[in-house]
């Protein structure tokens, strides 16, 4: 069975806090995309990435940047938290052939 | 730049109604276009897609749409509304299944079923 993991469901920070957020792939998919979602917005894509070692800023990166070290892991960092960072963040990798996201359970984070 | 837009933020049906999810979508070249489904507290899932092989497009759940160029629209039908499918409902587009291709999201449509 495909699978996105996220690795926190739930978190709480405080305002100028770094955080990290990770997700891990085990599809072997070249595309991973990070994702918020807030009520009445849906989904807004913050960056995606092609292949390891490569991004593109998706409609709203500012205030956080990414990594993707190795094939499997795309994370997403919040270089210093603040209270419109409450959110939660939908990591998904797609399927070359057919086009599909695979998402993870997401990760809900409160900034105080 | 795409754009997905999703008439209704919330609609609610009678248990065995007809179901209809409104889509528009603008985009520069011929989309690609998704529904997914979220149930509460899950992830996203795929429900169907349209990649230009044919303009009625049928998905899981008995869900299916209807791609209109003309009105660049994709909505999503269901005839008989079950209680199982109150959930979340997103559109999306994309200009290509490449890697280099982005995925934009509609605002989404919460899926109310009455008893």
């Known amino acids: 069975d495909v699978k996105v993991t996220q690795s926190s469901r739930y978190l709480v920070k405080r305002t100028g806090e770094k955080v990290f957020l990770e997700c891990v792939q085990d599809m072997d998919h070249e595309n991973m995309f990070w994702y918020r979602q807030d009520p009445g917005l849906g989904l807004r894509l913050i960056y995606f990435?092609?292949?390891?070692?490569?991004?593109e800023k998706g409609d709203i990166p500012e205030g956080y940047s990414v990594s993707r070290e190795k094939k499997e892991r795309f994370s997403l960092i919040l270089e210093s938290a603040s209270t419109n960072q409450t959110s939660m963040y939908l990591c998904?990798?797609?399927?070359?052939?057919?086009?599909?996201?695979?998402f993870g359970e997401g990760s809900r984070l409160t900034v105080l | 730049a795409q754009s997905v837009t999703q008439l209704g933020s919330h609609v609610s049906v009678s248990e065995g109604a007809l179901v209809l999810l409104r889509c528009n979508y603008s985009s520069s070249v011929p989309p690609y276009l998704f529904w997914y489904v979220q149930y509460p507290n899950q992830g996203l899932q795929l429900l169907l897609k349209?990649?230009?092989?044919?303009?009625l497009v049928k998905g899981i759940n008995g869900f299916e749409a209807e791609f209109k160029k003309s009105e660049t629209s994709f909505h999503l039908t269901k005839p008989s509304a079950h209680m199982s499918d109150a959930a979340e409902y997103f559109c999306?587009?994309?200009?290509?299944?490449?890697?280099?291709?982005?995925?934009?999201f509609g605002p989404g449509t919460s899926l109310s079923v009455i008893p």
């Open positions: 990435s092609y292949d390891v070692k490569m991004k």
């Open positions: 998904a990798s797609r399927d070359r052939n057919t086009g599909e996201l695979f």
């Open positions: 999306a587009v994309s200009d290509g299944e490449t890697s280099y291709d982005k995925v934009i």
């Open positions: 349209y990649t230009s092989a044919a303009t």
